[in-house]
């Protein structure tokens, strides 16, 4: 069952990636690419910890615990990342082409960091309790990187969202 979950997952990682990848040779905007390609990055590292792991597996039929490598987000990267796009908000020299380009390249990772998200919250949920919390650990990572994308996508859509939250509430309280 690990060995199948393991795979499954080094399948998803691969797929994000790529989409990653090919975001990075296509987006627009500059610091838009920077985002994807560390995003991509990233993923690759997971690519090559799951390799490692199966490896390992086979190898010696166990798993030890590991930390997993992750560079985003934490807490002073989202930060940086909020004060860059603010900083980009303010220029405004994008095309509408350009943007609807990108929107379409974001919202296709959005869309795989939800089903890798899921897949990884699936294994959480089915593994024994000796692997869960190497599941859980990939469902928070996921859900991070999510959460920059959509936050990516809010800038670019000027939707008055920042990480999910609106930017301004014209309802009385």
Same mark, same amino acid.
């Given at each position: 069952m690990l060995e199948n979950a393991l795979r499954g997952a080094l399948e998803y990682e691969i797929k994000v990636r790529d989409v990653y990848r090919n975001a990075a040779r296509e987006v627009q905007d500059q610091e838009g690419r920077k985002v994807v390609e560390k995003l991509a990055s990233e993923e690759q590292e997971h690519v090559n910890y799951l390799v490692g792991l199966?490896?390992?597996?086979?190898?010696?039929?166990?798993?030890?615990s590991q930390a997993i490598p992750q560079s985003l987000p934490d807490s002073d990267a989202l930060t940086q990342h909020v004060n860059v796009l603010k900083h980009?908000? %303010? /220029?405004?020299?994008t095309s509408i082409a350009e943007i609807e380009s990108d929107v379409s390249i974001l919202n296709r990772a959005i869309e795989v960091e939800q089903?890798? %998200? /899921?897949?990884?919250?699936?294994?959480?949920?089915?593994?024994?309790?000796?692997h869960k919390d190497l599941f859980k650990r990939f469902v928070e990572i996921e859900k991070g990187h999510l959460a920059?994308?959509?936050a990516e996508l809010d800038f670019l859509q000027g939707a008055g969202f920042w990480f999910d939250f609106p930017e301004f509430n014209l309802e009385s309280e």
């Open positions: 199966l490896k390992e597996l086979k190898e010696t039929g166990v798993i030890r980009r908000m %303010s /220029g405004g020299n089903e890798t %998200s /899921g897949f990884y919250q699936q294994m959480a949920d089915e593994m024994p309790p000796e920059i994308v959509k």
